[in-house]
């Protein structure tokens, strides 16, 4: 399969006022297109700062990353990110919020005809299609997030970054939003890159999990490859032995091998 990101012995250093800070030393992996991968770990063990650096929007201290075999040296619209902070305008409307990053990413290729059209294509993937007008004062948590879901897939990107999206939203909406991904995902086979704390969520989402070892100075301690079939219920997993061990091995890592610090 093709590799779509390869990250290479990348090191991340930050200089504080107590010195210099080593979050993340000498990570290597790859991901594979149409992969779903998940990065899983204590706070502080360098999820988002390797997040961040797949998006381009930081440079590493050593190492390099490459997407589709170019060097990561800034953003770029191939790879999209959504953080857990939906980042709407709160002054647009949800259909204006997306057609501002189709404008950016397509102009000069689509007509005003086509963008429009390529926006209400996008919220209707996430089944936002009823409420392309309203402000986002004017919609709930999990409907934000659906609009900043759509902002990034009306990018067309490769690779679709997201940390913690479902973090902020109550149970239900996140299970909801959880099923729409992989529905999206199993549509388009984007490649998926999902910051997570959440095990359960890890498993039935991935298709490898990447288990973080403690900062400072993090690095992939385990790799754990989830073999469950495809399309997943999460109403079927609930009885599926397998699920089960693979849930299990991810709290051994972090509960025995990898215990938070006080």
Request: hydrophobic share 40%; charged share 20%.
């Amino acid at each position: 399969m093709n590799k779509i990101i390869q990250v290479q012995n990348v090191s991340q250093q930050f200089m504080t006022a107590s010195g210099p800070f080593l979050a993340l030393d000498r990570v290597s992996f790859d991901i594979a297109e149409g992969e779903t991968i998940s990065l899983i770990g204590h706070s502080g063990c360098g999820k988002s700062t390797l997040l961040n650096l797949i998006a381009g929007l930081t440079l590493p201290s050593s190492g390099g990353l490459l997407c589709d075999n170019k060097e990561i040296a800034g953003p770029g619209p191939e790879r999209a990110v959504v953080f857990q902070n939906h980042s709407l305008l709160p002054w647009l409307t949800a259909r204006e919020n997306v057609a501002l990053a189709v404008e950016t990413v397509f102009k000069g290729s689509k007509t005003k005809a086509e963008m429009r059209e390529w926006t209400e294509h996008n919220l209707e993937r996430v089944q936002m299609g009823h409420a392309m007008d309203k402000r986002p004062d004017e919609i709930s948590g999990g409907m934000k997030q659906r609009v900043g879901i759509a902002r990034a897939l009306a990018m067309s990107p490769r690779v679709l970054l997201m940390d913690e999206p479902f973090g902020a939203l109550d149970a239900l909406t996140r299970a909801h939003l959880q099923d729409a991904v992989m529905q999206i995902q199993a549509r388009l086979n984007t490649t998926l890159v999902l910051i997570t704390h959440d095990v359960d969520e890890a498993v039935l989402l991935s298709d490898r999990v990447l288990m973080m070892t403690n900062g400072p100075a993090a690095t992939v301690g385990e790799i754990l490859e989830i073999d469950l079939p495809r399309p997943r219920n999460r109403v079927a997993l609930a009885d599926n032995p397998r699920y089960h061990q693979l849930r299990q091995q991810i709290l051994q890592f972090l509960y025995e091998k990898q215990p938070a610090t006080a």
